[in-house]
């Protein structure tokens, strides 16, 4: 009885102490996820904000009107982008305050907007060579996902689809054989 109670205690800590592990892995790949999102819309962001441009905004009336069509994600920052702009705050703050927001993958886009908004200098020409190289950057970290996906669907191919595999095919052979030899015994 003793040995049957330690076999359970010893069952129940490695089931809590796999399912704390999970949990664990779970949340930091969530959280990881979180962080990375910026960074994919910024093709489309740079495309929306150079058709805002080429029709004839200026940069500070353009990151007025981007909230309007840019990704769920971006949204909530570019329309505070638009309430400091129209509250009267200064182009070059709101720009430092939305760097300082979404981090190391909006700077490029605001250091041209910000230097073409002081100089006023044209900027479609460095928009587009922007956003090729953000459409690039973009296609090269899909290329990176599409690498690593064998090696993702290696656990439900391991855990999943090759017992079930054994279960249907090699259980009713071995059953099947098994049967054949007690007969032939007895």
């Known amino acids: 009885m003793d040995a049957n109670n330690r076999r359970t205690d010893t069952s129940m800590i490695s089931l809590i102490s796999f399912s704390v592990l999970a949990g664990i892995y779970f949340f930091y790949r969530q959280r990881r ?25 200026s940069p500070a009336a353009a990151m007025s009107q981007l909230h309007n069509w840019s990704p769920e994600d971006l949204k909530p920052h570019l329309v505070q982008v638009n309430l400091e702009l129209v509250a009267g705050q200064r182009f070059a703050e709101t720009m430092k305050s939305l760097r300082e927001t979404l981090g190391p993958c909006i700077y490029p886009i605001c250091d041209i ?4 908004d002081r100089d ?65 015994l007895l």
């Open 120 to 184: 006023g200098l044209p900027i479609t020409s460095v928009l587009d060579q922007l956003s090729f190289h953000a459409h690039q950057e973009r296609r090269r970290l899909r290329e990176i996902e599409a690498r690593e996906l064998p090696v993702r669907l290696l656990f439900p191919l391991v855990c999943c689809i090759l017992p079930s595999f054994v279960l249907l095919a090699m259980v009713p052979l071995l059953v099947n054989s098994l049967t054949v030899v007690t007969e032939k």
């Open 113 to 116: 907007l910000v230097c073409a």
């Open 33 to 57: 996820r979180v962080e990375v999102s910026y960074s994919k819309h910024m093709p489309e962001l740079i495309d929306t904000l150079l058709v805002l441009i080429r029709a004839g905004h």
